[in-house]
């Protein structure tokens, strides 16, 4: 799987922004797909995840109830729509897969792929 993230940017706090991952290869539809934020000077950190079928997510508390994640199996496209952004959202984005049918949950090393990150800019 390969992965490609996009749809970053600059925002001023409050406003929104909606991430696509886009990905090749006939597993995406049986990968647990997984969104990733690193900011300056920080580790890498959770933000939430999907199960292959899309329906069953879990979020980080820093975004629960601001951030969905979303899935289009047919497209081959994983969405992360975040809603009253904050400053503190600054960072970069990561999308990332497991192999078919693998629970990623909220551990980076579940993950086997990864996208090559977009930058989200929130302006106070």
């Known amino acids: 799987v390969q992965l490609q993230a996009s749809g970053g940017g600059l925002v001023q706090a409050g406003g929104s922004l909606r991430l696509s991952c886009a990905a090749s290869?006939?597993?995406?539809?049986?990968?647990?797909l997984g969104w990733f934020r690193q900011a300056p000077g920080k580790e890498r950190e959770f933000v939430g995840t999907?199960?292959?079928?899309?329906?069953?997510?879990d979020y980080a508390d820093s975004v629960k109830g601001r951030f969905t994640i979303s899935r289009d199996n047919v497209k081959n496209t994983a969405f992360l729509q975040m809603n009253s952004l904050k400053p503190e959202d600054t960072a970069v984005y990561y999308c990332a897969a497991t192999k078919s049918f693998y629970y990623g949950g909220r551990d980076l090393k579940m993950y086997d792929y990864w996208g090559q990150g977009t930058q989200v800019t929130v302006s106070s």
């Open positions: 290869g006939r597993t995406f539809s049986r990968a647990t």
């Open positions: 999907i199960g292959w079928s899309g329906d069953s997510t």
